[in-house]
């Protein structure tokens, strides 16, 4: 199969859309995110949506597939909590390894199901790793702002076992994204060059970042340009924002960091901003009109959708993308 490289010069590789805002629409109650094997399971674990490729793996199955037929080249596991951070939430943290194994498996059998219908379009898996619900670089208490809730050190030992398993379950890629705490990011860039080190192989690696309101910061601050220059000392295939804003919002911040960056530049903005009920009104339509200026302007390599965004949001950023060239790497000197 000819690897993400060298496709990322000649076309517009197109991530999928918010695996989230698919599960929702399945409207799962308690009784199906236990399922058989977790019915007695003592905490609540309804909202654990990593859980549902145990659970529920048929309708994590479907939702890869929709987004492929909808033309998306990149799909990302459903491991978006997949560290035993995030799963202490729900008394989770041992099966840390068996959900990104199962996550990276069922997306990696859809993957490969695709590839060989059509070889000339290979299909690749995503390893989903995001931000964990704690900071490292800034107080959770506003009376005490010299606490930290968690180290690096213990973000690196989480993000390693993450990162071993969505390997061992057949993920192409690794997707650190929704960065909302640079310090975070270097705990788990650092995990995947360790695993890399260990295991001796190369894995592309995506990095995206969010900026989380109109100042055009990360919420620990950093500007896009800030951002880029932090994380750019590690060898990565991209560089890139996703969630938080919408597409429109998101063009300065990819000017930036595409005028700046010898790395390909990714975005997988939401379907528009939030309503006052926290739902996604932007239409197919209005969001490829959007991502319509990325590639007019020659900003992006790899462009999908975040939070709000289905297969019909993916299908029209697809059929918007692929008349156009992909945006020059920058070389360095």
Same mark, same amino acid.
């Given at each position: 199969?000819?690897?993400?490289?060298?496709? @990322?010069?000649?076309?517009?590789?197109?991530?999928?859309?918010?695996? *989230?805002?698919?599960?929702?629409?399945?409207?799962?109650?308690?009784?199906?995110?236990? *399922?058989?094997?977790?019915?007695?399971?003592?905490? =609540?674990?309804?909202?654990?949506?990593?859980?549902?490729?145990?659970?529920?793996?048929?309708? $994590?199955?479907?939702?890869?597939?929709?987004?492929?037929?909808?033309?998306? /080249?990149?799909?990302?596991?459903?491991?978006?909590?997949?560290?035993?951070?995030?799963?202490?939430?729900?008394?989770?943290?041992?099966?840390?390894?068996? @959900?990104?194994?199962?996550?990276?498996?069922?997306?990696?059998? $859809?993957?490969?199901?695709?590839?060989?219908?059509?070889?000339?379009?290979?299909?690749?898996?995503?390893?989903?790793?995001?931000?964990?619900?704690?900071?490292?670089?800034?107080?959770?208490?506003?009376?005490?702002? *010299?606490?930290?809730?968690?180290?690096?050190?213990?973000?690196?030992?989480?993000?390693?076992?993450?990162?071993?398993?969505?390997?061992? *379950?057949?993920?192409?890629?690794?997707?650190?994204?929704?960065?909302?705490?640079?310090?975070?990011?270097?705990?788990?860039?650092?995990?995947?060059?360790?695993?890399? /080190?260990?295991?001796?192989?190369?894995?592309?690696?995506?990095?995206?970042?969010?900026?989380? =309101?109109?100042?055009?910061?990360?919420?620990?601050?950093?500007?896009?340009?800030?951002?880029?220059?932090?994380?750019?000392?590690?060898?990565?295939?991209?560089?890139?924002?996703?969630?938080?804003?919408?597409?429109?919002?998101? $063009?300065?911040?990819?000017?930036?960091?595409?005028?700046?960056?010898?790395?390909?530049?990714?975005?997988?903005?939401?379907?528009?901003?939030?309503?006052?009920?926290?739902?996604? =009104?932007?239409?197919?339509?209005?969001?490829?009109?959007?991502?319509?200026?990325?590639?007019?302007?020659?900003? $992006?390599?790899?462009?999908?959708?975040?939070?709000?965004?289905?297969?019909?949001?993916?299908?029209?950023?697809?059929?918007?993308?692929? =008349?156009?060239?992909?945006?020059?790497?920058?070389?360095?000197?």
């Amino acid at each position: 199969m000819e690897n993400i490289e060298d496709i @990322l010069k000649k076309r517009i590789l197109v991530l999928d859309g918010a695996m *989230g805002t698919m599960l929702q629409r399945y409207k799962f109650q308690e009784a199906h995110f236990r *399922g058989e094997r977790f019915k007695d399971w003592p905490s =609540d674990l309804q909202g654990n949506n990593d859980l549902l490729s145990l659970t529920q793996p048929e309708a $994590v199955k479907k939702i890869h597939r929709k987004f492929l037929e909808a033309g998306a /080249d990149i799909i990302e596991t459903n491991t978006f909590s997949g560290t035993t951070i995030a799963m202490a939430d729900y008394d989770m943290e041992e099966l840390v390894y068996e @959900l990104n194994y199962e996550s990276a498996k069922i997306a990696k059998q $859809v993957a490969e199901e695709f590839t060989k219908k059509n070889p000339s379009k290979p299909r690749f898996v995503a390893g989903s790793i995001g931000p964990t619900n704690k900071t490292a670089s800034m107080s959770p208490d506003v009376n005490d702002p *010299g606490f930290r809730a968690i180290s690096f050190d213990e973000l690196r030992i989480a993000y390693k076992q993450q990162i071993e398993a969505l390997l061992d *379950g057949g993920a192409d890629i690794l997707l650190v994204e929704t960065i909302f705490d640079t310090l975070n990011a270097k705990a788990a860039l650092f995990a995947i060059e360790e695993v890399k /080190d260990e295991r001796n192989i190369e894995v592309p690696v995506m990095v995206s970042g969010t900026i989380t =309101d109109a100042s055009g910061r990360t919420l620990s601050g950093q500007t896009a340009e800030a951002f880029l220059i932090s994380i750019s000392h590690i060898p990565i295939l991209s560089v890139g924002f996703n969630c938080a804003l919408g597409a429109k919002q998101l $063009v300065p911040h990819l000017e930036v960091v595409s005028a700046k960056s010898e790395f390909a530049i990714s975005a997988h903005p939401n379907a528009g901003l939030p309503n006052a009920f926290g739902e996604y =009104d932007e239409t197919p339509a209005q969001m490829a009109a959007q991502i319509k200026e990325y590639v007019e302007k020659g900003l $992006v390599n790899i462009v999908g959708g975040c939070c709000g965004t289905t297969p019909d949001h993916i299908k029209a950023i697809a059929d918007v993308v692929k =008349d156009y060239q992909p945006r020059k790497l920058l070389t360095t000197a």
